[in-house]
């Protein structure tokens, strides 16, 4: 019963996770991490899929291992959540709510830029 539990959540977490890469103010990296601790859990093959995803599995990966994110994977998220939140702001009418759109882009520019830069590293010559 109890796996069921974390499977369930961890299940939700990935759904939560994908739209987050869409969504501003949804953060993706919190929810791949809660999947990934429900998954180890509740079910070796939903935490051997989620590690073995060719899209979030290296980014758990590296998570994981304290290598940080990629330049690429930090501007692109930078682009789409500002385009976003301008996109959003943009639509609204009341200004106290644009302001308060500021918090979430704030945050996650500020986690961002404080998480590690993932590089990588060149290949060594062995003569």
């Known amino acids: 019963m109890i796996k069921i539990l974390f499977n369930t959540i961890g299940t939700l977490a990935v759904i939560l996770a994908i739209l987050g890469i869409f969504l501003p103010l949804l953060p993706t990296t919190p929810f791949l991490l809660l999947a990934s601790a429900c998954y180890i859990r509740g079910s070796d ?19 994981h291992n304290g290598c940080g994110i990629t330049m690429r994977s930090k501007i692109t998220a930078l682009i789409f959540l500002w385009a976003s939140l301008a996109f ?40």
């Open 45 to 63: 093959r939903l935490h051997s899929w989620l590690l073995n995803n060719k899209v979030f599995g290296p980014y758990l990966a590296n998570l």
């Open 88 to 127: 959003s702001a943009w639509l609204l009418n009341v200004g106290w709510l644009r302001l308060f759109l500021l918090i979430p882009g704030l945050g996650v520019t500020i986690y961002l830029l404080k998480t590690k830069t993932l590089t990588k590293k060149p290949p060594t010559n062995h003569n």
